[in-house]
């Protein structure tokens, strides 16, 4: 008897022993991740995080169950088999120095401080003229032209009058009474001063004491006379513009930035200027003036003083600008390749183990050489970002998404429902149910239930004389009405939902290539361009048609500004059948924002 209660006991401390020794890692596991609260988030915006189910404050959108152990919503982890097979490169982020070399046309113009305008102050008669044809070059002080004026003579005979008067009292009047002679002397030389005529002429006048019947009128400057207006013989009244003078010893280069340069450009700054009429010739030059505001092109003007003693720059000849900048101090930067532009958002995918990849949203600055982005938020020094491979990893992504959202969908839409088919669908029925009541044929929902008019427990659909009733293709939306028109969820076209004895044959509809998770979308040319396809706009430049989305605005690349797409021969154009999303691009993939295919626009004068 001991011995069987010493046996029993020792048995009882053996699995005492065990309970306690051996590692319960799966049941710890469980009470951990049972513990663990449900997060849930935004497809569109993965920065939106809630501990409870809701909706997205920004867009409106049920918020989806936050996936555990991918890192947070738009994540996806991957085996580094798979990684290798897809080809991913990551670059770590740095604080780099950002240099750019902007390129610019120009022309040389005319330096309008060194233009000269040549007036008549007074009235006359054109008696000769000297410089007789515009393109002329002068010199300052050579004669121009040759007036005849009564008013002229006049001022001479005064001017003489006082000058000998001034002589003759000199002596024998009073120092007050010489001084008085002398101050209309000088008022009288003054007035033929102001009409232009020079100190050499007066001072001929005075010594010869001979009045001239016409008086020269001289050039102010050494330069090319552009324009000429007057003929021998004419007449003209005070304030007649004679003749224009340019000198052409300085010239300006004026050329055209775009906007998205205007960082690397500042006044004072070096550039340089090439002459491809002069053989290539280059000046060193700099920058004398950035205009305050933009041209009708989306460009801004700066302007180079460049000079020209021989005269062999002529204005409207053509000139190259080239200026090499940098941006102050090292700036945050990362490939420009790393990142996806939905059209709304700029994303990049950033991993810490190369396995689990995370969405990122990030705020982007100026554009340098080699294609390096300035990064303003979003990243910090160090972080791997996804360079090359990134768009196949969306797709992934988006498509894991999308399963979670139509599993969640299943479960908040008429409980079991969907898990566990209802009687009616069980027998080939299509689960859609409605009030027997004809009066209140339009309430249609899946699932039984009762009619919320009259409370009577709804039956088949198949089972009334109802035929007014129309679907959406994507059973998830779970969407049915008595009228036809779009999902409200997905956009796509509602179906109409014919009895049992009147469907047609199903037929293999031609591949439009426009597929879902690999459900095809009822979707034709009018219905696409319906989505909104007239709104595309593009850059017009064919260089940078890869520049697409919804509405006018600015090119990222050259800075025109968009046209529509139809009046281009742009015809590389993917769009999302979700119009929402705003997505639109120049090659095939899906939307980074709902996950659906995108689908090739086709313009409307191609379409049959």
């Known amino acids: 008897m001991k011995t069987i209660i010493v046996a029993i006991a020792a048995l009882v401390l053996g699995f005492g022993a065990a309970y306690t020794l051996i590692p319960r ?22 920065e939106i995080i809630s501990d409870e189910p809701g ?10 169950p936050k996936k555990d152990g991918s890192g947070s919503e738009g994540s ?48 006359g008669w054109i008696e000769r003229l000297f410089v007789d044809h515009e393109g002329e070059r002068v010199h300052k002080g050579q004669s121009l032209l040759e007036v005849y004026s009564p008013a002229l003579v006049a001022a001479q005979r005064e001017f003489l009058i006082a000058y000998e008067s001034s002589q003759k009292m000199e002596d024998s009047l009073s120092d007050s009474s010489a001084g008085g002679m002398t101050d209309l002397m000088q008022a009288s030389r003054m007035r033929l001063s102001n009409w232009d005529i020079s100190s050499d002429q007066i001072e001929r006048l005075q010594s010869s004491g001979e009045i001239t019947r016409t008086m020269l009128i001289l050039s102010p400057t050494d330069g090319i006379v552009t324009a000429k207006t007057v003929s021998e013989g004419d007449h003209l009244k005070p304030g007649s513009e004679l003749y224009k003078i340019a000198d052409l010893s300085t010239v300006w280069v004026i050329a055209h930035i775009y906007e998205q340069d205007l960082p690397f450009v500042s006044l004072g700054q070096e550039a340089t200027v090439e002459l491809p009429n002069l053989g290539g010739e280059k000046h060193t030059v700099r920058v004398s003036y950035i205009s305050p505001f933009l041209n009708t092109g989306r460009q801004v003007e700066i302007r180079l003083d460049l000079e020209n003693g021989d005269y062999r720059l002529k204005p409207e000849m053509y000139a190259e600008v080239s200026i090499i900048s940098k941006l102050s101090g090292d700036r945050l930067a990362i490939p420009r390749s790393a990142v996806i532009n939905s059209g709304i958002r700029q994303l990049v995918y ?5 396995s689990d990849y995370q969405l990122r949203v990030i705020t982007t600055g100026a554009v340098g050489d080699d294609d390096l982005l300035e990064v303003r938020s979003g990243l910090s020094e160090n972080e791997l970002v996804v360079t090359s491979g990134q768009f196949l990893l969306d797709s992934e992504s988006r498509l894991s998404e999308a399963l979670a959202e139509g599993y969640q969908a299943g479960h908040d839409h ?48 198949e089972e009334t004389d109802n035929e007014s009733v129309y679907v959406c293709p994507m059973r998830e939306c779970a969407v049915v009405q008595n009228e036809p028109g779009r999902c409200p969820k997905c956009k796509m076209k509602l179906t109409e939902l014919l009895p049992a004895s009147e469907e047609e044959p199903v037929q293999e509809a031609p591949d439009t290539g426009h597929e879902h998770g690999g459900a095809k979308l009822d979707l034709d040319p009018d219905e696409l361009l319906a989505i909104g396809g007239h709104d595309i706009y593009t850059c017009p430049m064919q260089q940078h048609y890869h520049v697409l989305q919804y509405g006018e605005g600015s090119c990222s690349e050259c800075g025109m500004k968009l046209v529509p797409l139809a009046e281009t021969d742009n015809h590389q154009v993917y769009v999302c059948p979700m119009t929402e999303c705003g997505v639109v691009q120049d090659r095939e993939g899906t939307c980074p924002v709902c996950g659906m295919n995108l689908v090739r626009y086709q313009p409307e004068e191609s379409r049959d």
């Not at 909706?55 to 989806?64: E, N």
Request: charged content about 15%; some cysteine; proline content about 8%.
């Open 25 to 46: 890692s799966d049941n710890a596991t469980q009470v951990t991740e049972s513990t663990q609260k449900q997060q849930y988030t935004c497809g569109m915006h993965p």
């Open 55 to 64: 909706y997205c404050p920004i867009c409106g959108m049920k918020l989806t």
């Open 76 to 123: 996806v982890r991957i085996d580094p088999t798979t990684t290798q097979n897809m080809g991913l490169v990551t670059t770590p982020v740095r604080y780099q120095s950002i240099t750019r070399k902007v390129h610019a046309f120009g022309k040389i113009a005319f330096s309008e401080p060194l233009m000269y305008s040549v007036n008549l102050k007074i009235d």
């Open 350 to 354: 950033v991993t810490s183990d190369e």
């Open 414 to 461: 008429g409980g079991d429902h969907d898990l566990h088919p209802s009687p009616a669908e069980e027998q080939g029925l299509s689960g859609v149910y409605t009030c027997p009541m004809p009066s209140h044929a339009h309430v249609l929902q899946y699932g039984e239930g009762n009619c919320p008019e009259c409370g009577m427990a709804l039956v088949p659909v």
